[in-house]
T-cell receptor, first 111, second 116 residues
Framework: DAKTTQPTSMDCAEGRAANLPCNHS???????VYWYRQIHSQGPQYIIH???NNETNEMASLIITEDRKSSTLILPHATLRDTAVYYC????????????FGTGTRLKVLA | DTAVSQTPKYLVTQMGNDKSIKCEQN?????MYWYKQDSKKFLKIMFS???????INETVPNRFSPKSPDKAHLNLHINSLELGDSAVYFC???????????????FGPGTRLTVL
């Protein structure tokens, strides 16, 4: 089972920031939080990952709470092309190299 | 250049047939994966190979047999296809053993398998 919970769906107006929450209350100390997205049945695409510090790259920002039990992915200026299913994944640190994808959040960016 | 490629993109076949899906990555990664995404859109890992050695083998029927001739290729052969095998199959690759937590996976475009 996935170790994360996310809202099923969200809407966001084009040009506004999209804030996608993720709950991972059972995360352990050496597990990372990863975000991927899947645009209309294409292969999932990596967005960003973090351990405990906030992270930013050219696609998004990742805010992780101090207790690491939840995080928020921020798309600062959502465009129509950001419409996708967004997956929050906690990667098990056991050397098994396994990602467990949950149901994700279906983000719809509205014109 | 496509980083992770899969062939074919679409595959329509009859029950009971045997088929193969090919995957190639040109990223120099040492680990490759096969995922299955069913009609309900759940994405589940099936297999993983690291340097041509099987390291993850989830609960998958033994009709599914991955083969890795070299680090850059991981093919999926399916025997005696069943209706329930209809899904989109994604190949992915990553570089394991790099700095902790940085094993980003790169996915192929998927192969849509339809079993009639």
């Amino acid at each position: 089972d996935a170790k994360t919970t996310q809202p099923t769906s969200m809407d966001c107006a084009e040009g506004r920031a999209a804030n996608l929450p993720c709950n991972h209350s059972t995360i352990s100390g050496n597990e990372y939080v990863y975000w991927y997205r899947q645009i209309h049945s294409q292969g999932p695409q990596y967005i960003i990952h973090g351990l405990k510090n906030n992270e930013t790259n050219e696609m998004a920002s990742l805010i992780i709470t101090e207790d690491r039990k939840s995080s928020t992915l921020i798309l600062p200026h959502a465009t129509l092309r950001d419409t996708a299913v967004y997956y929050c994944i906690v990667r098990p640190y056991s050397g098994t190299y396994k990602y467990i994808f949950g149901t994700g959040t279906r983000l719809k960016v509205l014109a | 250049d496509t980083a992770v490629s899969q062939t074919p993109k679409y595959l329509v076949t009859q029950m009971g047939n045997d088929k193969s899906i090919k995957c190639e990555q040109n990223l120099g990664h040492d680990t490759m994966y096969w995922y299955k995404q069913d009609s309900k859109k759940f994405l589940k890992i099936m297999f993983s190979y690291n340097n041509k050695e099987l390291i993850i083998n989830e609960t998958v029927p033994n009709r599914f047999s991955p083969k890795s001739p070299d680090k850059a290729h991981l093919n999926l052969h399916i025997n005696s296809l069943e209706l329930g095998d209809s899904a989109v199959y994604f190949c992915a690759s990553s570089q394991e053993g790099s700095a902790l937590g940085t094993d980003t996976q790169y996915f192929g475009p998927g192969t849509r398998l339809t079993v009639l």
